[in-house]
């Protein structure tokens, strides 16, 4: 398969002549914030469902800004439709000689208000055709006081830190207490509102009490846990510049207040409960830190043994919550406007299915590292990182969401983490910039307009105090022709929303039901084409026809089926699948399909002269050219590199010579590098402006190619590497081998089998 082409812009969308009221290079949106499945949509359901294609959007409502774009125009006056509440946008027609204007969702003809062509404040004439919600696609208006139930709330941050024994052992408080404090300084805190808490739980609830300006922090210590209640309920919430100095002794004193901790105990929920006294109504985010299951309360759980169950029908049940009362407390807090982030650390059962209620039904992030322990540099780094740059993250605070369509559209189902406040209205108390939300639409009338358009708004206070309104157009052309369907197919973004579809259904279904349904789409999707758009309609064929927007459509398909969310088979752990489940739910259609699902293949023994080094024309470091994700592209005098997101491998062939290992890592021989995890080096010691050091050009290469790839993921990641060798640790080439799609393995054929397989089917008519 040519790979290259996930790294091209989806199909054009062509859009007839004066479909904007302003000529503006702007008016197409970014897909990178909306994207949609089909770029021409046909106008009647039968057609649509005569394609068999998907038809929804994938939607990052508040993606960050990134290298080189533009900043978003902000807007202080906001223009609405009278009727559909549809806010000003390129794709409006004004009127009656420019004294109306006609809204593109529902027809209704509004007055042009005076601020459009005139400033009271300066009493000069204005330009209409130069204001940015004319001009772009997206923008964010800044919101007058009756967009505002409340003045805006400062970001409120609670730590639910867990020291039992189990945690302990693991060195995770000291960890976790020098990544906050570290990270002191990056925490949104622009106005000094910002506020913490910090709850440390074992078989009882250790509360924090700072007084302003006091050095020493004071330990109160709540061991009745059938009531809860606050034992200080004015100064446990920590304004962090005043009660800097108490925090900071608090952050580097956590390990040596617990190590000698042998308390097995876990009182999560009472945690929970006290966290949600404290935060009261202000809302704000809890970020509960675990390395053992809840073992008090309401919601504990009970061990659950997953060995025998694994690959069996049965496993289904394990991905399911063994009980409602985080669901249930995810809503009250959805309304108080309190978000929850679940952090797992450690290989202990934790029942992440269960506790991970909290971030799924409140906006919240899931992060999981089973391989931590204090003593293991780079997954202390990897932890401290990515937990690191989530709180420094400029949250959309007590944001909703809302989805708008054309007459005819309507929006049948939605897929991420959020609490579903009303059928169009998504609750986010605190919105993340690289969480993405997916959405079905039914075209319920026929589509009589040559343009439909969707337009989301994110109603949220930024970090700074200041409600604001994030609203992103996106206009997409009709037709009545199957073949204009077919060929303006989105291939990633129908890969991104077809995975979203099935681990939705492995979660209240079956796997193996999600697993089928998944393959039955895209076996109808290449049935439907051949039937309606080729000469061979009937009769068997020797190849697959498939047009060139959904070339890759197989080939993501068998990606998904065998990725650790979906793969089958007794050897994926259900906190493993769970985790990769979450990600799937909220990552971005482009991080999500690719290098999370499809990793990125690279040969480092020939790597082009020009590789690593930036692009003259861009000043984008230049990545060498990928390889198929298949072992025989693995020659035993090469070495590739790996990467997925998450983690990188490096491979090395039995034969590779001295010269590259020299080059690459400072070693005499591929026998003397270590197999398993490794701190990838820099030989240049990081002096990239100087160039590489003499000798080490290819590790200077390969470090800028890596932060290249870091850096096409948002940095979400902090990849640890692992060296893998051809005549290496089993386990290590097995765990790699699991990424190279092509090959066939356990729980799944090869791409070419699956090709083969799919063809057959379709000659027969099986679909």
């Not at 204001?131 to 139930?149: C, G, I, K, Q, T």
Request: aromatic fraction near 8%; hydrophobic fraction near 40%.
């Amino acid at each position: 398969p040519q790979l290259s082409a996930l790294d091209e812009a989806p199909p054009a969308i062509k859009l007839p002549p004066n479909a904007a009221c302003v000529p503006s290079q702007f008016i197409i949106c970014p897909a990178n914030h909306k994207r949609s499945t089909l770029n021409a949509i046909p106008r009647t359901d039968k057609l649509l469902k005569k394609t068999k294609l998907p038809f929804g959007l994938v939607i990052t409502p508040f993606k960050t800004q990134e290298q080189g774009e533009e900043p978003i125009p902000v807007v202080s006056e906001i223009v609405r439709c009278r009727r559909c509440r549809t806010y000003v946008n390129p794709f409006v027609q004004f009127v009656e000689g420019g004294r109306r204007w006609k809204c593109n969702l529902c027809g209704l003809s509004n007055d042009v208000p005076l601020i459009f062509d005139y400033d009271s404040a300066t009493q000069t004439n204005r330009n209409r055709w130069v204001r940015p919600d004319l001009n772009y696609s997206v923008v964010e208006f800044v919101a007058p006081l009756e967009y505002m139930v409340r003045p805006p709330m400062p970001p409120v941050y609670v730590f639910i830190i867990d020291v039992s024994y189990a945690s302990v052992q693991l060195g995770a408080p000291g960890v976790i207490g020098q990544t906050i404090l570290s990270a002191l300084d990056r925490i949104p805190n622009v106005d000094n509102r910002t506020k913490v808490a910090f709850i440390a739980v074992d078989s009882s609830l250790h509360y924090f009490q700072v007084r302003p300006n006091a050095t020493e922090p004071q330990q109160l210590v709540v061991s009745d846990l059938d009531d809860i209640f606050l034992p200080s309920p004015t100064d446990l919430l920590l304004n962090l510049y005043e009660c800097r100095q108490g925090i900071e002794c608090l952050l580097s004193r956590l390990e040596s207040m617990f190590k000698t901790n042998h308390s097995v105990g876990n009182a999560l929920c009472p945690a929970i409960q006290a966290a949600q006294k404290m935060l009261g109504t202000l809302g704000g985010k809890v970020i509960v830190m675990q390395a053992s299951p809840p073992t008090v309360g309401e919601g504990k759980v009970e061990p659950r043994t997953e060995g025998k169950d694994l690959g069996t029908s049965r496993e289904s049940d394990l991905l399911r919550p063994q009980n409602t009362w985080y669901k249930t407390v995810a809503a009250d807090c959805s309304r108080t406007q309190i978000a929850f982030d679940t952090v797992f650390i450690g290989q202990q059962p934790m029942d992440i299915p269960t506790v991970s209620c909290l971030a799924r039904y409140t906006g919240g992030s899931v992060f999981y590292y089973p391989s931590f322990m204090a003593t293991r540099k780079p997954e202390v780094d990897r932890f401290s990182q990515e937990f690191s740059n989530h709180l420094s993250a400029r949250v959309a605070l007590e944001s909703v969401l809302r989805v708008r369509a054309s007459k005819g559209l309507r929006m049948a189902s939605y897929y991420g983490n959020f609490f579903l406040r009303s059928l169009d209205l998504l609750a986010l108390p605190n919105g993340l910039p690289n969480h993405s939300y997916a959405v079905d639409i039914e075209i319920e009338d026929t589509l009589t307009s040559p343009v439909v358009y969707f337009q989301t708004a994110l109603l949220h206070t930024t970090a700074y105090g200041e409600r604001r309104i994030r609203v992103a157009t996106l206009a997409l052309p009709t037709t009545d022709n199957i073949h204009t369907v077919f060929h303006h197919a989105d291939q990633v973004a129908i890969a991104s929303l077809l995975s979203r579809k099935a681990v939705d259904r492995a979660l209240v279904a079956k796997l193996e039901d999600a697993r089928e349904a998944l393959q039955h789409k895209a076996l109808e999707i290449i049935g439907a084409f051949k039937t309606e758009c080729t000469q061979s309609s009937s009769g068997a064929t020797t190849q697959l026809q498939i047009p060139r927007s959904l070339q890759l459509l197989p080939f993501l398909t068998l990606s998904s089926l065998k990725h650790t969310s979906l793969r089958g088979g007794n050897n994926v752990p259900t906190a493993l699948r769970m985790s990769a489940i979450n990600s799937i739910l909220t990552l971005p259609a482009e991080q999500g399909v690719q290098p999370y699902t499809v990793a990125r293949l690279y040969s480092l023994h020939d790597l082009p002269p020009q590789a690593g080094y930036p692009d003259e024309q861009t000043g984008i470091t230049v990545l060498p050219p990928r390889l198929g994700l298949s072992a025989e592209a693995l020659l035993p005098f090469g070495a590739y590199l790996l990467h997925d997101g998450s983690d990188t491998f490096l491979w090395f062939g039995r034969d590779v010579s001295p010269a590259l290992c020299q080059a690459l890592l400072n070693v005499q021989d591929v026998r003397t590098i270590p197999s398993g995890v490794i701190t990838f080096p820099d030989l240049s010691n990081g002096a990239s402006d100087d160039g590489p050091v003499a000798g080490f050009e290819l590790n200077f290469q390969v470090n800028n190619i890596l932060r290249r790839l870091n850096d096409l993921c948002h940095n979400l990641w902090k990849p640890v590497t692992y060296v893998c060798k051809e005549d290496g640790e089993p386990v290590l080439r097995m765990w790699m081998s699991q990424r190279l799609t092509e090959d066939m393995d356990n729980s799944a054929p090869s791409y070419q089998q699956f090709l083969n397989q799919i063809r057959d089917k379709v000659n027969r008519g099986n679909f």
